[in-house]
């Protein structure tokens, strides 16, 4: 007969769903309370839980007194488990219907079954062992991005790696990683650029005209662009013609998108990570919009990227913020990348939110940046 994993539905389901995956689980009971049924918690792990465990059921478990919690704990234990090899996770769930839960199953070490019970702690990527000999071993990284969104209760609406945007910023990878390696030097050009770029992809003029000629890092910037058939321009003249639309947005911010996507192919699996992500959360049909989004080390990074034409970095931080706990969940972090500097009010607000920002030069340490995420 094989193990059987007893866990508690929650609202933080990659507690539950990490050491299941990791320990190759291959029946799961739920239990949900009536709460957690309103969330649909147990549902969303169920869902999750589905191409990785054969057999996955959802049991009601009555939390509402003590008493009602001793009744549930004791109905579970002598009508379903005796006999069992049963691994109870104690990460969900209120103490008392852990203790209650716990004290009817030790009785199973003294019958034909046995029990054991696990605790996961996603904050030092450890599973423990509570039995005889507690024990402890290493979290694994198991979590996919789909994974993350089927336990926040959410759906993707799109294509998050479709061919034709594939393509595009396959073509373009030589400008992005320039401009992102090199912003320190290009800076206030990103506005100027961006501007020019939003009154083109805006209107249908694709023809624009700088104040003055650029030169420097801005002119080797425009001639790299000419290069890779992205823009029009002549050295010591004022006037752009960028080649399309779709390049127009490009310069406009979409490069910072395609940016932060490149250095993340760098070092992710496929699976860990999608740009221009739309989810839906199954029980409210909200959407959200997420420019990027990765998993690693099973924790989630949510990014939002912003243009030079963006310069009100305030209500993009807070909505950042928000869709970071609401998708990402407690473990989460979220990274504001912007073209142009954020003022020291805005950093500061962003660190209320636990929100990263690199931001104008500091693009170029994006690389590093997602590096160390990945070991934290």
Not at 28 to 44: C, F, H, N, Y
Not at 254 to 264: A, C, D, I, N, S
Not at 331 to 345: D, F, H, I, R, T
């Amino acid at each position: 007969m094989t193990t059987l994993h007893l866990c508690i539905a929650t609202g933080q389901n990659a507690a539950n769903l990490i050491p299941l995956k990791q320990l190759q689980a291959q029946e799961v009971w739920i239990l949900e309370t009536p709460p957690m049924k309103a969330q649909r918690s147990g549902a969303d792990l169920k869902q999750a839980l589905g191409p990785y465990v054969p057999t996955v059921r959802c049991l009601a478990f009555d939390d509402s007194t003590p008493q009602s919690i001793c009744t549930a704990a004791a109905k579970l234990a002598n009508d379903s488990l005796d006999g069992r090899d049963v691994v109870f996770h104690i990460t969900g769930g209120t103490k008392l219907m852990v203790l209650a839960i716990h004290q009817e199953l030790t009785l199973l070490n003294s019958g034909t079954g046995s029990y054991r019970t696990l605790y996961a702690d996603t904050q030092k990527q450890t599973i423990d062992w509570m039995d005889a000999k507690p024990t402890q071993e290493p979290m694994k990284d198991v979590l996919t991005l789909q994974d993350l969104l089927l336990l926040r209760g959410y759906r993707t609406a799109n294509d998050t790696r479709p061919a034709k945007d594939q393509q595009l910023a396959a073509a373009r990878t030589t400008v992005s990683r320039h401009m992102g390696e090199q912003a320190h030097s290009l800076r206030g050009f990103f506005s100027t650029l961006a501007y020019n770029a939003s009154l083109a992809s805006d209107g249908n003029c694709m023809t624009q005209q700088f104040d003055y000629p650029p030169g420097g890092p801005a002119a080797k910037l425009l001639t790299l662009a000419v290069k890779n058939n992205l823009l029009k321009w002549t050295a010591g003249y004022c006037e752009v013609t960028f080649a399309n639309r779709d390049s127009a947005r490009f310069f406009a911010g979409g490069w910072t998108e395609e940016y932060v996507f490149l250095k993340m192919t760098g070092f992710l699996k496929p699976g860990q990570y999608a740009l221009n992500a739309k989810v839906i959360q199954n029980r409210t049909k909200t959407e959200n919009e997420i420019d990027a989004i990765a998993v690693k080390s099973n924790r989630a990074l949510l990014v939002e990227c912003k243009s030079g034409k963006q310069v009100k970095a305030q209500e993009a931080i807070y909505k950042l913020g928000q869709v970071v706990h609401q998708v990402g969940g407690l473990m989460a972090k979220g990274l504001y990348v912007s073209a142009q500097q954020v003022n020291e009010s805005d950093r500061n607000r962003a660190k209320e939110y636990g929100i990263d920002i690199l931001a104008g030069e500091e693009l170029q340490n994006v690389n590093q940046y997602l590096r160390d995420w990945a070991k934290s």
